[in-house]
């Protein structure tokens, strides 16, 4: 229900409320039914997710004939420039650029105009980087390294076989709210569609996958169905979590994006899930690499992911090194089945997932890890893996 139906709803009980009441003795009783219902619905429009919907000039973002006074108005980001140049062919939709232009930013801004979130900077952004992490680490530019992260068409260039396709790639599995991905890897990683991460990868085509989630964004939390693009978590379609409003630009133990886990891999609306459509092999979930491919409990054959500490070695969590991973950690965040933007405890129930080890676009380390899992110093290299085997030092 939106807030205008909403106000004439409470306007007519009220008025039914009223007309009750008379000068009987059940007029109290009535008012009491009344004030009832209101908390009841007050406590309802509260709860529901706040909007994070576009705002701003249709002309922020729209070019009607992609003209003015004979000029393009379109602008597009170039690789080769690693900038934003005229576009002389209309985009769909009428809009003055593609994703990328308008999640780029030519310094190390990592949000601009109308609260776009930057993804692609010309500059290293440094501690700026949102909690997808930043392109700038996979672009064709002198910041970039093919190994540092997801290579996005236009961003950099396709990498040889066998880099040009998802390392464990999986045939026609099963995507969440129904159909299937491709049957074989035949392009370049886009943002978004069927060879893409956002929108509905059941449509091939960048913007019509996302067609109006942009106009009716919502800032969820776990509770959202995410049957829809826009009320799924980051347009991510059928993924749950809890949407941090700044995208982590500031992020603490207690301010911070809640990842959506499973405790023994079996749904499909979790971030391993959304990770492993492509990466299938890497995930024991049945649709995908299966226990076959991943394991089902110690000794593992690759690393979990969507696997709880309680599920540990012997199922004794208490005596394992997990235990003492207790206060939630950005290095090597936890997924939870019913995650908040402020969880703050980490316990049995907490839960292992791909991005406690990755970023999501690209990262300033090898294989886009969340620190140098590379580096000369054995502390620095396994400092993300000790935050949760505590004994392995
Ligand atoms: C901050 C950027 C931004 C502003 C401002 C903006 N739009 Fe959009 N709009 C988009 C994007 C991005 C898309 C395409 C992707 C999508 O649909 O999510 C879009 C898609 C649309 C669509 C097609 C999808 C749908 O939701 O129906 C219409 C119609 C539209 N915009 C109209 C408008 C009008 C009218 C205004 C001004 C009142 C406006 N837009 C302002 C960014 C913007
Ligand atoms: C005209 C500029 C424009 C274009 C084009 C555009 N975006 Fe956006 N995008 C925005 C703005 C502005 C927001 C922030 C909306 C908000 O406040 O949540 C946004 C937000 C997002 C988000 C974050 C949603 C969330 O829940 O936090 C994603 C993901 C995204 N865009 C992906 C895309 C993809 C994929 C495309 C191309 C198909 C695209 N965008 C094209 C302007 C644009
Ligand atoms: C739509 C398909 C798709 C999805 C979803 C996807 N990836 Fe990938 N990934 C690829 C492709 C294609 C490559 C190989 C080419 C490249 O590096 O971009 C790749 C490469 C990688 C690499 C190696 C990067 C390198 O440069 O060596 C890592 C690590 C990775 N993905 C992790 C993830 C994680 C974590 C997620 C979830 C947040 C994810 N992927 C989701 C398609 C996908
Ligand atoms: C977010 C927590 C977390 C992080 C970070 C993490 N692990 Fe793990 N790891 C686990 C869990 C949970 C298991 C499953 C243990 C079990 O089943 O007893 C596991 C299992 C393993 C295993 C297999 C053990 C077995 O019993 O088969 C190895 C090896 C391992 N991890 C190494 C690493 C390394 C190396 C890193 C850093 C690159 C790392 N882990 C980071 C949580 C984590
Ligand atoms: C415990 C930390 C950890 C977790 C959890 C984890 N990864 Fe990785 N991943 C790594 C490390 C470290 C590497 C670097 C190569 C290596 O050491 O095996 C890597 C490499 C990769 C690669 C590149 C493989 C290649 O051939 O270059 C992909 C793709 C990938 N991971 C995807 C995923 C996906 C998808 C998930 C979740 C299902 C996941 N990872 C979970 C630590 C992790």
New binding site residues.
């Given amino acids: 229900m939106n807030n205008e139906k909403f106000i004439t709803f409470i306007e007519f009980t009220g008025f039914i409320a009223l007309k009750k009441s008379g000068n009987s003795k059940s007029s109290i009783y009535s008012l009491n039914a009344f004030c009832c219902l209101l908390y009841a619905l007050c406590f309802l429009l509260f709860a529901m997710p706040s909007e994070a919907k576009v705002t701003g000039a249709c002309s922020d973002c729209h070019t009607m004939h992609n003209s003015q006074r004979g000029q393009a108005m379109a602008r597009d980001y170039s690789s080769t420039d690693a900038g934003l140049v005229e576009d002389a062919s209309p985009n769909p939709a009428l809009l003055i650029s593609s994703c990328i232009g308008c999640h780029f930013n030519s310094g190390t801004t990592t949000i601009t105009a109308n609260n776009t979130p930057v993804v692609l900077n010309a500059h290293d952004p440094g501690s700026s980087a949102l909690a997808g992490g930043n392109f700038y680490y ?1 672009s064709a530019g002198p910041g970039g390294a ?7 068409k236009n961003i950099s260039p396709q ?1 040889s076989s066998p ?5 464990g790639f999986k045939a026609g599995v099963e995507l969440p709210n129904g159909g299937t991905g491709p049957a074989s ?1 035949a392009s370049q ?1 886009t943002c978004a569609g069927t ?3 956002h929108g509905n ?1 059941g449509i091939a085509d960048e913007v019509k996958s996302i067609f109006g989630a942009h106009h009716q964004n919502v800032d969820i939390d776990s509770s959202s169905d995410a049957d829809k693009v826009y009320n799924s978590y980051r347009f991510l379609y059928g993924i749950k979590g809890a949407e941090d409003i700044d995208w982590e630009k500031t992020v603490s133990g207690i301010d911070h994006n809640g990842y959506q886990g499973d405790s023994l891999y079996g749904s499909m609306n979790t ?1 391993s899930y ?2 492993s ?3 299938g092999n890497y995930h024991a979930n049945t649709n995908l690499g299966g226990s076959g491919s991943v394991g089902d409990g110690t000794p593992w054959l690759r690393h979990p992911a969507d696997f709880a500490f309680n599920g540990v070695r012997g199922n004794n969590y208490a005596g394992s090194e997990y235990a003492s991973y207790t206060t939630y950690n950005v290095i090597a965040p936890v997924a939870e089945s019913s995650p908040t933007t402020s969880d703050s405890v980490v316990n049995s129930g907490s839960i292992v997932m ?2 406690s080890c ?1 970023r ?1 676009h690209a990262s300033p380390y090898f ?2 890890l969340r620190w140098d899992y590379k580096a000369g110093s054995l502390g620095t290299a396994l400092s993300g893996c000790m935050v949760c085997h505590t004994s392995k030092n």
């Fill in positions: 996979s093919y190994d540092k992260g997801h290579n996005v990498e880099m040009d396709a998802p390392p890897w990683l060879y893409g991460c990868r971030i959304l990770c459509e492509c990466h791909c991005l990755h999501a294989k886009m």
